[in-house]
């Protein structure tokens, strides 16, 4: 869902941005040339792809995606959540010993889940790196 700003210009933003857009400005009764403002040209590269087509992926296929890439992450971000759910549970229940545990051991899990961010991060230029050398390879 686009936010509300975008959703007014949508009809905008759909059109292929490589031509020139003009849009009538029926209050001032003047002609606004769309391709002066960077954000549409920025959305237009956000939901558009590489070949110029939109970008159909839905919330489930980026998770599914990222999931593959990096599974540590959600695991980490889901073991905080636990750990801060049950901690504030044994607070209301006055129980300090196990509130306490539950604190660290959320600590542990987002320490974990920066660990795990910044191993992805790390490996993904690995790979980014490895990627360019071969095509620079490939090109001599």
């Known amino acids: 869902m686009l936010p509300p700003l975008f959703r007014v210009f949508q009809p905008l933003l759909a059109e292929d941005s ?11 009764r003047e002609e606004v040339d769309m391709s002066k403002f960077d954000w549409v040209q920025f959305h237009h590269d956000m939901t558009h792809g590489k070949t110029g087509k939109p970008h159909t992926e839905t ?12 599974p540590f992450i959600p695991i980490g971000a889901l073991a905080t ?32 889940t920066v660990l ?25």
């Open 81 to 112: 959540a636990l750990a801060l759910a049950f901690g504030i549970r044994a607070f209301f229940k006055k129980d300090v010993k196990m509130s306490q545990k539950m604190m660290r051991a959320r600590v542990g899990a987002q320490g974990f």
């Open 18 to 28: 490589s031509k020139e857009k003009t849009v009538v400005n029926k209050t001032k």
């Open 116 to 140: 795990a961010l910044l191993t992805g991060v790390w490996m993904d230029l690995n790979r980014r790196q490895k990627k360019a050398e071969l095509e620079a390879e490939g090109a001599k």
């Open 59 to 70: 919330a489930g296929q980026k998770f599914k995606r990222k999931f593959a890439d990096n």
